[in-house]
């Protein structure tokens, strides 16, 4: 249910839950963050006749939702998930050494060793290797760079700030619209539905701008959608901490508290070496492999083909 | 924690960074030609960069790189949509990304041009975009066009119309368009090219290089300037 996911946003960087109208912002299309010049794969798409009209359209939609729709709404809720629980604890447990040699806090005080970009630089690797095309991996970067610039500006954060330093080229959009919807004061669950909603409507979009389709029956289409939204947010959550820790209805208090006492908890843990116990000490963080990796080959040729075509009006 | 160092620029504070110049008007009227006539006249003295915003892709951006006017590492193409004027108005995103970027790479400049994809009258950059604007007709649009006005024929600082060769042509009379043009802009600049036969715009390019000149002492000198807006 929403609120097991959901309500712990108390817990994060604003003290209201404003998170309704901020997920209205986020996923407005008149957000001033370079989403409108975006076709996710339907102009090249109309250009091979693949889509033609509303029934083809409500396929594509249907199936990118499906697919990488839900992929980029799990990234989303991931890296909301995480901003919120850094947003006050920067070298929380999420900073914990990855098996590469980066080894976190060396222990020589709370949030002074461990680097707070390197698990938003591990979450941003958990979605490039999730985006099979090059010219698709381009475009989200693009997307995450410019949405992060307008993020940063609208609803300022030591947390954006981190991740603009993290990956300097950009992080991939779902990373920074998570990261983005943390500091506008949403939930993972909002951050997926803005992620799965911003999937389906700018191709729907372009397919109107494209073959002049009626908006009125595109709208109904992304409206026949709603269900499946729902799905895909909820889906997305899946993964998310509160579900890799066994919650009983004794521990959703205590989930609920947060986040970020479970941070702290577990970052003195780690930095007095000794493993803290049990299902609570499996690391936030460690659930992202595990986050859903679909994929949609003819999502990745379209893009591929889109970038070699020289008449493009769209980005991507 | 303290703040990070933050290197974003806010688009809303001009100090130390280059002017930028944003050019508008309708499809065909002479936009690009008037970037590449500007850089030919001001390539010599001053540091440019350009980002076009076509309606397909690289179309401008080629012609201007093709034309040899600026390195064209210095032309950044910008992909709009559809929607040009999205692209310069409501989402300026992209182009603040562009523009930072050749500022990055090539910095300091002196000047950044902004041509805008062909549009309609309505058409006007951002604030947070451009800090001065050009909106660019052309008298084979017919001499009316003045007198309709438009945020672009009114709000411009400069107002630009082009092909003044084709006047007798198209039967356009270039005097109810200056009279009409000077009613409408509260005594904003007009100025009459024929970009054919003036391949350097002088006139248009004196009227910039005044407007740098202007932007880099008011930066030097002015630490208080905060609001790049047009002067009513």
Known sequence: MRQDIGDGRGDGMRDKPTGDAALLLLADSRLPAGGHAHSGGAEEAVRLGTITGPEDLARFLRGRLATAGLVTAALAAAACELATATADHPAGPYGQADGDGNPPDAGTGAGTGADPAHPWRRLDAEADARTASPAQREASRVQGRLLLRTARRIWPSTVLDTLARAVPEGAHHPIALGAAAASAGCDPYQAAMAAAYISVTGPATAAVRLLGLDPVTVHRLLADLAPALNDAAHAACASLIDDVVPNGPAQNGAIQNGATHDGIAQNSAIQNGAPANGAAAKARGSGWPALPGHTAPALDLLAEGHLNNPMKLFVS | ??????????????????????????????????????????????????????????????????????????????????????????????????????????????????????DNLTATFSRGLADRQIFVLDVSGGDKVPRKGGPGVTMADLLVVNKTDLAPLVGADLTVMSRDAAAVRDGRPVLFTSLREDRSAHSVAEWVTSLVNTWKHANAHDHERTTPTTAA
Do not use: W
């Open chain 2, 1 to 118: 924690m303290g703040a990070q160092h933050d290197d974003l620029h806010d688009a809303a504070d001009p100090h130390g960074r280059a002017l930028r110049l944003g050019i508008g008007g309708p499809v065909g009227s002479g936009k690009t030609a008037l970037v590449a006539a500007l850089c030919r006249s001001l390539g010599p003295s001053m540091r440019l960069g350009v980002v076009t915003n076509d309606i397909y892709t690289t179309e401008d951006a080629e012609f201007l790189r093709r034309a040899g006017v600026l390195d064209p590492e210095r032309i950044l193409a910008v992909q709009t949509g559809c929607c040009p004027h999205t692209a310069i108005r409501d989402d300026i995103a992209a182009n603040l990304d562009a523009v930072e970027t050749l500022e990055e790479r090539f910095g300091p400049l002196d000047l950044v041009i902004v041509e805008s994809g062909g």
